[in-house]
């Protein structure tokens, strides 16, 4: 499935899924657009800023046909509502300890209930969004807790991708060999330690509280039993560099299987539980590094940095397209950035 103009592609990591449609921010724009999930029939939205940039908005909720654009080099929250196609720019304030600039980092954001909670990149702060008040708050300020764990003083983002079960809130330590807990109803915090390893950790996934987490640095994956100790870990596939990071993006559960989706790493690797071990997925549908998922209404998104491809994996509909249409004509190579290769522009960004 190809829509658009052929030549040229586009990538993103700011999306959510609503009403069988895939609503996302262009990598290198900041014009809203919308594809089929049934047709791959793409559609332009609206724009947000008068503006194009590079990585502006960095994740995505969608409450009540509400979209909800959190920052990444943009320096304000963005609500759009996807019906009469009206925008509204939301300001906030960080602890004063807290330098905020233009560049407002928040890397991913999850709903509980009527808020959104979203995770820090540059600052170990986590914001809480009331989406019926409009409230925006710090909800913790994990800094000073979470300088006893740094192990990685050269790496720069603090939280990447976690997850919520229940009423927790998953957040692993990009810098460190920790996994927070936090609970959403009474806004305390724990801090398990992960013993034995200097990775830091990329993403978790948690399922009747047992967990998850691909490493930040190495290819390794740690696995708990629901004890929040004793974690077993994994080796995936051949790490030449092992300080090359970031190599997971994310990881996930397709078709009752873990999967650890690729970002430096230009594969992807599934859990085979009879083998106790990580396979390379050698199918079309995983070659490539991939950018982000996106979860919504029992479908799984993934989104191809190298190749622009969009990937629906799971077993109800497999689906594989391009969007060819507003994106970078050389794949993840920004030319403003004087960067030569694509591993180094991947590099960059993180």
Known sequence: MVTGINGTFCTFECA????????????????????????????????????????LFSSMVIVDGIAYLFPFNADKIYRIDLEDKTTEAIDFS?????????????FASYRYKNKIYALGAAWPVILEYNT??????????????????????????????????????????????????????????????????KDGFSCAFVE?????????RGCRAYYSDCKFSDYKCYTIGECQDEGK???FIDIVKIDNKILAAGFLSS??????????????????????????????????????????????????RRSLFRIKSHGRKEPGLMKENKLDTLEDYLKHLL
């Open 16 to 55: 959510a899924i609503h009403n069988k449609r895939c609503y996302f921010v262009d990598f290198d724009d900041s014009m809203l657009y919308s594809f089929g999930l049934l047709d791959g029939d793409l559609r332009d939205e609206l724009p947000i800023l008068g503006r194009k940039g590079t990585r």
């Open 94 to 106: 960080l602890p004063k300890e807290y330098e905020k600039s233009a560049f407002a980092k928040f």
């Open 132 to 197: 019926v008040s409009g409230r925006v708050k710090v909800f913790s300020d994990l800094g000073k807790d979470l300088l006893k764990y740094t192990v990685d003083t050269e790496e720069d983002s603090f939280f990447c991708k976690g997850c919520i079960e229940e009423n927790k809130l998953y957040v692993p330590y990009c810098k460190g060999n920790v996994l927070v807990e936090i609970s959403l109803e009474d806004q305390t915090y724990v801090l398990h330690e992960i013993t034995g390893t």
């Open 208 to 216: 009747n509280g047992n967990i998850w987490m691909a490493s930040r």
């Open 245 to 247: 990071g970031c190599r």
């Open 267 to 316: 594969s992807s690797y599934e859990f085979v539980e009879e083998e106790d071990r990580f396979v390379e997925i050698k199918d079309k549908f995983f070659e490539g590094m991939m950018w982000t998922s996106v979860v919504g209404e029992g479908e799984l998104l993934m989104s191809s940095m190298d190749s622009g491809k969009i990937i629906l994996p799971g077993g109800k």
